[in-house]
């Protein structure tokens, strides 16, 4: 098995130590936009992809927020399957064509909204699944405090909290937004309460 990684920092390297503890034989290459780039072990740099002599069976997108729509078309357009780290684009310009792009080329893609897998998140799935309960209300709350995120790094530099780069709290924390839709479907009223 073949895959392209595209970005190459910490979630990347989850990714890696994910993949190596599968024990299923793979071959991984990252795509990297300087040729003095760091080498990693077990990983071989591609700085070109029409020059990759490879077919990959799936790529994942690891790289800043921003940069994601880029290579979700290159990918795409090459019928390359997509893993893509959350959010999927930090923009809907243009995401029409993306879906088009996707649907018609039979893409497999997959947005890791990890807290899904949660043991609790599974239970409530479950429960809900199989039960008839009557639900009168949601109520999710989710509080962090970003200089926390990436120890040693200044926050204030980090994609996070920038939103051109595809940062911001509306993006990077959308897991309770993801897991509640997945629980209980798309809301009949919301009320927003942001404290700030």
């Known amino acids: 098995m073949n895959i392209l990684l595209i970005g190459l920092g910490s979630i990347a390297k989850k990714h890696i130590e994910a993949l190596r503890a599968l024990k299923i034989d793979f071959k991984i290459y990252a795509l990297r936009s300087n040729r003095n780039s760091k080498t990693e072990e077990g990983i071989d740099n591609i700085f070109n992809l029409e020059d990759a002599n490879v077919v990959f069976d799936f790529a994942i997108i ?10 979700i078309e290159k990918l795409a357009q090459k019928g390359i399957n997509l893993f893509i780290e959350k959010p999927a684009i930090h923009s809907l310009k243009n995401s029409d064509k993306l879906l088009r792009l996707i649907r018609n ?3 497999k893609t997959y947005v890791a909204c990890n807290m899904r897998f949660h043991p609790c998140i ?7 699944a199989t039960e008839t309960l009557r639900i009168n209300e949601v109520n999710v709350y989710c509080g962090s405090y970003l200089p926390d995120w990436r120890p040693g790094k200044d926050f204030r530099t980090i994609y996070s909290a920038n939103s051109s780069l595809g940062g911001g709290v509306h993006l990077d924390l959308f897991h309770e937004l993801d ?3 997945w629980l209980f479907g798309f809301p009949v009223k919301c ?6």
């Open 62 to 71: 690891s790289n800043p927020t921003h940069l994601h729509f880029e290579y």
């Open 105 to 107: 080329g039979k893409i």
């Open 122 to 128: 599974t239970y409530l799935k479950n429960k809900l």
């Open 179 to 181: 897991y509640t839709t």
């Open 191 to 196: 009320q927003y309460n942001a404290q700030i």
